[in-house]
C-alpha cells in the first residue's frame, strides 16, 4: 500500500511538472477575475465567463478569485495576484481614486491584466486605463457571423487556432488606440453586413485589430474583442485563446517590484 501511495504520489507531481512545461503556469498561482459593471449594459455572458475561468484554473494548476466589488483594489490584496481579467466589465468599475492608483501601482510593479470582449468599454474617461488595455470602445456592428484571420500565430493565445476563424460575435471598433500594441488577430471586414458600415473606421482597409498584447509599464496586457456569446465559453478553441492570454500576462510569473511603482494618483 505504502509503494502504491508513492507510485501514486510521483505519477500526480509528474503530470503537474508537464502541464507546468506546457503552459508555464505553476501551481497555486492566483488569477483575480473581475467582473463588475457600471450604470449601463451588462453583457448576459459574465455567469458563463467566470465558469470557464474556474474550469480552466483546475485545469491548469491556478486558482481563481472572483470579484465584483471595487474594494478589492488594495495594494494589500492585489498582491495576490499573478493576473488580474476583466472579464465582459464595463463602464466605470472603480469608486475611487485610490482604487485606481492601487490597480496601477499593481501593473508598474509587474502585474498582469487580461481583458476580455466589453473590458474593451470600462474607464472610458480615464486615458491610463485605455492605454492599458490598448484602446477604448466606440461602436460594433450588428452581431452576425464574419471571419477573422490571425496574422500572429507565434503566442499562446493564436497558436492553436486555424489562420481563418469564423466567429459569431460583435465586430467590435476602438478607438485612442495604443501604438504599441501587437495585433494578434484582424476582423476581415468584408464579411461584415451593417447599414452603418459606411460609417465604421477605416484605418486599416478591410481589416480591423481584434486581439492583441504589449508590454505596458512595466507590466503585460492581453485583450480580445470576442466573447459575446455566452455560448463561446465553452468553445474549446475559445477557451485556448483565453487561456493563452493569461499565460501571456502571467509571464515568467516574477515576484511583483514596487519600487518600480511610480503612481500616487489616476491621472
Same mark, same amino acid.
Given at each position: 500500500?505504502?509503494?502504491?501511495?508513492?507510485?501514486?504520489?510521483?505519477?500526480?507531481?509528474?503530470?503537474?511538472?508537464?502541464?507546468?512545461?506546457?503552459?508555464?503556469?505553476?501551481?497555486?498561482?492566483?488569477?483575480?477575475?473581475?467582473?463588475?459593471?457600471?450604470?449601463?449594459?451588462?453583457?448576459?455572458?459574465?455567469?458563463?465567463?467566470?465558469?470557464?475561468?474556474?474550469?480552466?484554473?483546475?485545469?491548469?494548476?491556478?486558482?481563481?478569485?472572483?470579484?465584483?466589488?471595487?474594494?478589492?483594489?488594495?495594494?494589500?490584496?492585489?498582491?495576490?495576484?499573478?493576473?488580474?481579467?476583466?472579464?465582459?466589465?464595463?463602464?466605470?468599475?472603480?469608486?475611487?481614486?485610490?482604487?485606481?492608483?492601487?490597480?496601477?501601482?499593481?501593473?508598474?510593479? !509587474?502585474?498582469?491584466?487580461? #481583458? $476580455?470582449?466589453? %473590458?474593451? =468599454?470600462?474607464? @472610458?474617461?480615464?486615458?491610463?486605463?485605455?492605454?492599458?488595455?490598448?484602446?477604448?470602445?466606440?461602436?460594433?456592428?450588428?452581431?452576425?457571423?464574419?471571419?477573422?484571420?490571425?496574422?500572429?500565430?507565434?503566442?499562446?493565445?493564436?497558436?492553436?487556432?486555424?489562420?481563418?476563424?469564423?466567429?459569431?460575435?460583435?465586430?467590435?471598433?476602438?478607438?485612442?488606440?495604443?501604438?504599441?500594441?501587437?495585433?494578434?488577430?484582424?476582423?476581415?471586414?468584408?464579411?461584415?453586413?451593417?447599414?452603418?458600415?459606411?460609417?465604421?473606421?477605416?484605418?486599416?482597409?478591410?481589416?480591423?485589430?481584434?486581439?492583441?498584447?504589449?508590454?505596458?509599464?512595466?507590466?503585460?496586457?492581453?485583450?480580445?474583442?470576442?466573447?459575446?456569446?455566452?455560448?463561446?465559453?465553452?468553445?474549446?478553441?475559445?477557451? !485556448?485563446?483565453?487561456?493563452? #492570454? $493569461?499565460?501571456? %500576462?502571467? =509571464?515568467?510569473? @516574477?515576484?511583483?517590484?514596487?519600487?518600480?511603482?511610480?503612481?500616487?494618483?489616476?491621472?
Amino acid at each position: 500500500m505504502v509503494k502504491r501511495g508513492i507510485q501514486t504520489s510521483l505519477l500526480i507531481l509528474i503530470s503537474f511538472l508537464l502541464l507546468s512545461c506546457k503552459t508555464g503556469i505553476r501551481k497555486e498561482q492566483r488569477v483575480l477575475v473581475y467582473t463588475k459593471n457600471g450604470e449601463g449594459y451588462v453583457h448576459d455572458n459574465i455567469e458563463n465567463n467566470v465558469k470557464a475561468m474556474k474550469e480552466l484554473g483546475d485545469e491548469n494548476g491556478f486558482i481563481v478569485d472572483v470579484s465584483d466589488s471595487p474594494e478589492s483594489f488594495t495594494e494589500e490584496n492585489l498582491t495576490k495576484y499573478s493576473c488580474i481579467v476583466f472579464a465582459n466589465t464595463n463602464n466605470d468599475v472603480f469608486d475611487t481614486d485610490e482604487q485606481k492608483v492601487a490597480f496601477m501601482r499593481y501593473i508598474q510593479a !509587474g502585474g498582469g491584466f487580461v #481583458g $476580455i470582449h466589453s %473590458a474593451c =468599454g470600462t474607464e @472610458r474617461n480615464w486615458p491610463w486605463f485605455i492605454r492599458l488595455v490598448g484602446g477604448t470602445f466606440v461602436v460594433h456592428a450588428a452581431y452576425q457571423e464574419f471571419a477573422v484571420n490571425i496574422i500572429d500565430h507565434n503566442h499562446p493565445s493564436t497558436r492553436d487556432l486555424p489562420d481563418r476563424w469564423i466567429r459569431e460575435d460583435e465586430c467590435y471598433f476602438v478607438k485612442q488606440m495604443n501604438p504599441a500594441i501587437h495585433v494578434l488577430i484582424t476582423h476581415d471586414l468584408s464579411t461584415i453586413e451593417d447599414d452603418r458600415k459606411d460609417s465604421f473606421p477605416d484605418l486599416f482597409g478591410n481589416d480591423f485589430p481584434g486581439a492583441w498584447y504589449h508590454e505596458f509599464e512595466g507590466g503585460r496586457s492581453w485583450y480580445t474583442s470576442y466573447g459575446h456569446n455566452p455560448d463561446d465559453y465553452d468553445d474549446p478553441l475559445f477557451r !485556448g485563446h483565453l487561456l493563452g #492570454g $493569461i499565460i501571456y %500576462a502571467i =509571464g515568467e510569473n @516574477r515576484e511583483l517590484d514596487y519600487a518600480k511603482a511610480t503612481a500616487t494618483t489616476p491621472w
